[in-house]
């Protein structure tokens, strides 16, 4: 797991930078930046800017290119093997785009599995992404996965909870972007661009904290971008057959810095509108130094990238083909000398701990055999020699067991000892009774005792009465003893056969 992430959201007018160090369950913000771009898209300089605002060094880099370089297609495919789906695709889309297919990295994600693949392609050209790389790699910064900007926006936001299945992203800049999700996968994306020079000018004023309120020109802008944006949906449904039904509209970028954007939507698409804080997140954390600098409007974008996992259906990433980033050597030497000395490390810990192990079980066998030894003296003190205490105790079991059996009127499933469990399950516990003699023979039992009344001795009597061992119990005697204070009796029981 990498220690630093830097994610670096790049767009025509600005850059974007936050930094997150990784944990086991959440990430720690650290630092964040926003600079502008010049007139003359000069990201030399504005990354030098950045630069000097924060640290950018960290281990793992994902940027993003700006949608408006990007074409969006939408398909469907009749198998659902992604393997197939890569090999196929450049085929698929060559009438469709205006460069050949060899001029374009490729990438998709996966929309909808039905009878059917519905597919989302995106595609740029590989002048425009050398350039781009040429650019940050002379400023120090070589990025491991590029995204299109705005979408781990909406990746992070369908993670959280009590987002509905169906909803509507929008980014609201310069250039609007649009990202519709059906059941929670993004379904479409375009990129529009506002008319009207006094939107642009008042989009770029929020950047700044003015929000003056609203007027007529500013209205007719956002209502022209939202009948975009309805048109787009309603020539979506007609072409895939799907119904369009966001419960939610949420919104970010520039735009989302003006307070009456969230009415504006809703009054439009007749569905509440949220600003979204990716920062909200429970696994997201700030340093205490960052919370002054931090705007979720500005910054979601970065942060998205920051926390990117980079799977398959989750984003996209164009650095592929003779763009794929490949660990130089060195780098690689350096790591896998921090693998071998975790790995010593761990082996090292492994044997302590099973030789810390083996003593204690070895300490308490001792002591175990030495208190097995000391019942077996107790028990059998007549034995001098011990060899196996617990193998010379069950002999000796095994010979008092074959001699009960051999009295009289004893046998395997005649044992007193079942014949005295008998009785003394019979006895009502209750009662206080002293049995003093007890006479067993191969047709009868005798027990004699002191109880305290002669009531007790017909409960005595009445208990026994019920075994299945005896045929008849009968009170032989009852009589109070010399001092008049207990009752000496006898029982007989005729035993069963």
Request: aromatic share 8%; hydrophobic share 40%.
């Amino acid at each position: 797991m990498p220690g630093k992430i830097l994610g670096l959201d790049i767009s025509e007018a600005s850059i974007t930078a936050v930094q997150v160090t990784s944990g086991l369950k959440t990430y720690r913000v650290t630092a964040c930046a926003r600079v502008g771009i010049d007139e003359n898209n000069d990201l030399t300089s504005a990354m030098k800017s950045l630069s000097e605002r924060m640290d950018i060094n960290s281990d793992v880099c994902i940027s993003s290119i700006p949608g408006e370089y990007v074409l969006f297609r939408n398909l469907r495919m009749p198998f659902k093997d992604e393997k197939k789906i890569r090999q196929t695709l450049p085929f698929e889309i060559e009438s469709m785009v205006p460069l050949p297919v060899d001029d374009l990295i490729i990438d998709f994600n996966i929309a909808d599995r039905t009878d059917q693949t519905d597919i989302l392609v995106v595609s740029v050209n590989k002048s425009y992404i050398s350039e781009f790389l040429e650019q940050l790699q002379a400023c120090g910064i070589d990025p491991d996965v590029l995204d299109v900007r705005c979408i781990p926006v909406v990746v992070s936001l369908l993670k959280q909870e009590g987002i509905p299945g169906d909803g509507l992203f929008l980014n609201i800049e310069k250039k609007i972007t649009m990202v519709i999700y059906l059941n929670k996968s993004i379904a479409l994306i375009r990129v529009f661009t506002c008319d009207g020079d006094a939107f642009v000018r008042y989009i770029a004023g929020l950047t700044n904290g003015d929000d003056t309120g609203i007027n007529e020109e500013i209205e007719l802008c956002f209502n022209s971008f939202c009948q975009q944006i309805r048109n787009t949906i309603h020539a979506f449904e007609q072409e895939t057959q799907k119904k369009v039904n966001p419960e939610k509209i949420f919104f970010s970028g520039p735009g989302a810095l003006y307070s009456k954007t969230g009415d504006l939507l809703s009054r439009f698409f007749e569905i509440p509108a949220d600003p979204v804080d990716l920062g909200m997140s429970k696994r997201v954390l700030f340093d205490e130094s960052i919370s002054e600098t931090w705007n979720p409007a500005l910054m979601n974008g970065a942060l998205a990238l920051a926390l990117r996992d980079g799977k398959q259906g989750r984003g996209f990433n164009l650095r592929k083909d003779e763009f794929e980033i490949t660990t130089h050597y060195a780098a690689l030497k350096k790591d896998l000398k921090k693998v071998a000395v975790f790995l010593l490390v761990v082996m090292v810990c492994l044997i302590a701990d099973l030789g810390v192990d083996y003593y204690y079980l070895k300490k308490r066998y001792v002591s175990l055999n030495n208190k097995i030894t000391q019942v077996f003296k107790e028990a059998l003190p007549d034995v001098r020699k011990i060899v196996d205490p617990v193998q010379q105790m069950r002999v000796k079991i095994n010979e008092i067991r074959d001699s009960a059996i051999s009295l009289p009127g004893i046998n395997q499933k005649n044992k007193v000892v079942d014949l005295l469990e008998d009785i003394s399950q019979r006895v009502p516990k209750s009662i206080s009774v002293h049995v003093n003699r007890m006479v067993i023979d191969p047709d009868s039992v005798s027990i004699g005792g002191n109880t305290d009344t002669f009531n007790t001795v017909d409960s005595i009597k009445n208990g026994l009465e019920s075994s299945p061992l005896f045929n008849s119990v009968t009170i032989s005697s009852a009589n109070l003893d010399r001092a008049g204070k207990h009752v000496r009796f006898e029982i007989k029981m005729q035993r069963s056969r």
